[in-house]
């Protein structure tokens, strides 16, 4: 455990708190007796602050989700496709001019590669369609701290998923300088 999170505990404090979790101590017994206390502000304004910051928070992930979502399907998979696409035509010519007992000695490495490309597009384009419909029911549906919680629980773990296999992809692929489209 990070040595802050020690410390914080030690004095008694929330550090694992998500933001939902977080707001919503904003409005709590305690920090409304404390703003209250000493005038700064009442209950009511306390709950507006706190419904505000919860919808800039479910407004901000969801941007983050519609720009990850666009970039993985339309700047970082058709770089990866043509990637792929020049080692699997590689290999093909290999196989032309190999003899084949050393063809699949020769390939394997482009290969497994070609595999491990294809399973990230995969998995990014598969996580990529149910965040898009995740995101666009949450817009659909009521705000605060429901869908706060449900950006935090749902939407989160999957542009960190989508980032995974594209940084994985990333990893991956010839970085030309000379390529106008570069993952």
Same mark, same amino acid.
């Given at each position: ?60 992930? %969801?941007?983050? !989700?519609? *720009? ?11 770089? @990866?496709? +043509? $990637? #792929? =696409? ?43 369609? %149910?965040?898009? !419909?995740? *995101? ?11 869908? @706060?919680? +449900? $950006? #935090? =629980? ?30």
């Amino acid at each position: 455990m990070a040595e802050w999170k020690k410390e914080a505990e030690r004095r008694g404090l929330d550090c694992g708190l998500s933001v939902p979790e977080s707001l919503r101590a904003f409005t709590s017994e305690q920090s409304v007796r404390a703003f209250g206390d000493v005038g700064v502000m009442s209950e009511a304004e306390l709950e507006s602050r706190k419904e505000v910051f919860l919808e800039t928070y479910c407004r901000k992930v %969801a941007i983050e !989700a519609r *720009v990850l979502s666009d970039m993985t399907t339309n700047h970082v998979i058709p770089v @990866a496709i +043509r $990637y #792929q =696409n020049m080692l699997v035509e590689n290999v093909r010519d290999l196989k032309e001019v190999c003899q084949p007992k050393d063809f699949q000695r020769l390939s394997a490495s482009q290969m497994d590669l070609i595999e491990c490309i294809a399973s990230d597009i995969a998995e990014a384009e598969k996580t990529v369609d %149910a965040l898009d !419909a995740e *995101v666009e029911e949450l817009q659909a549906g009521p705000e605060g701290y429901d869908a @706060a919680v +449900r $950006y #935090q =629980n749902e939407v989160v773990p999957m542009l960190e998923e989508i980032r995974k296999h594209v940084d994985s992809l990333e990893m991956m692929i010839d970085s030309d300088k000379d390529r106008k489209s570069v993952v």
